[in-house]
T-cell receptor, first 112, second 114 residues
Framework: GNSVTQMEGPVTLSEEAFLTINCTYTATGYPSLFWYVQYPGEGLQLLLK?????DKGSNKGFEATYRKETTSFHLEKGSVQVSDSAVYFC???????????FGDGTTLTVKP | DTGVSQDPRHKITKRGQNVTFRCDPISEHNRLYWYRQTLGQGPEFLTY????????KSRLLSDRFSAERPKGSFSTLEIQRTEQGDSAMYLC????????????FGQGTRLTVV
């Protein structure tokens, strides 16, 4: 079946530090991959996506590259801000319709 | 605002009572999903609609849970005879009817069963 494994948190960084959150997946075929962000008490917001191998998704300074050979989709940002503090979820969609499979989330706290 | 809308945002109920949640998807989205999220976990799939047809249900969706989307627009999720283990965030999402496309989430309904 499909599964997503994320780096365990929480992650605490100082402002302007470099961020990496690891995500690896198990799936048959060629899933689409996503990163979502969730702020306290809120639903999930799509942060970025990639639909095929070697695609790079990017948004708001965040990037992730779809690596089929390592089945990974690691999230990176060169310089984090306090406002980036949130929970980040990696997810995959492996069918043309139906459920996405999510990781358990990684909590990021950025201190000034 | 044309995002996914959920109502209510918060619900506190006594064990054994029935509750119903509503989701209004983005207007041009044919697909609608329900997920459940507990503290420290990612969303878990409950069920999925394509227009008014319920096409997939998770085994998490016990007999006490029922979802409808009668006219292919808004959807309701009802939980009968609530239990403390039903306490969670219930998330609704919608997407266009086109391949492996991302879903857009509402803000969720936080259910607390006391």
């Amino acid at each position: 079946g499909n599964s997503v494994t994320q780096m365990e948190g929480p992650v605490t960084l100082s402002e302007e530090a470099f961020l990496t959150i690891n995500c690896t997946y198990t799936a048959t075929g060629y899933p689409s991959l996503f990163w979502y962000v969730q702020y306290p008490g809120e639903g999930l917001q799509l942060l970025l996506k990639a639909t095929k191998a070697d695609d790079k998704g990017s948004n708001k300074g965040f990037e992730a590259t779809y690596r089929k050979e390592t089945t990974s989709f690691h999230l990176e940002k060169g310089s984090v801000q306090v406002s980036d503090s949130a929970v980040y979820f990696c997810a995959l969609l492996n069918t043309n319709a139906g459920k996405s499979t999510f990781g358990d989330g990684t909590t990021l706290t950025v201190k000034p | 605002d044309t995002g996914v809308s959920q109502d209510p945002r918060h619900k506190i109920t006594k064990r054994g009572q029935n509750v119903t949640f509503r989701c209004d998807p983005i207007s041009e989205h044919n697909r609608l999903y329900w997920y459940r999220q507990t503290l420290g976990q990612g969303p878990e799939f409950l069920t999925y609609f394509q227009n008014e047809a319920q096409l997939e249900k998770s085994r998490l969706l016990s007999d006490r849970f029922s979802a409808e989307r009668p006219k292919g627009s808004f959807s309701t999720l009802e939980i009968q005879r609530t239990e403390q283990g039903d306490s969670a965030m219930y998330l609704c999402a919608s997407s266009v009817d086109r391949g492996r496309t991302e879903a857009f989430f509402g803000q969720g309904t936080r259910l607390t069963v006391v």
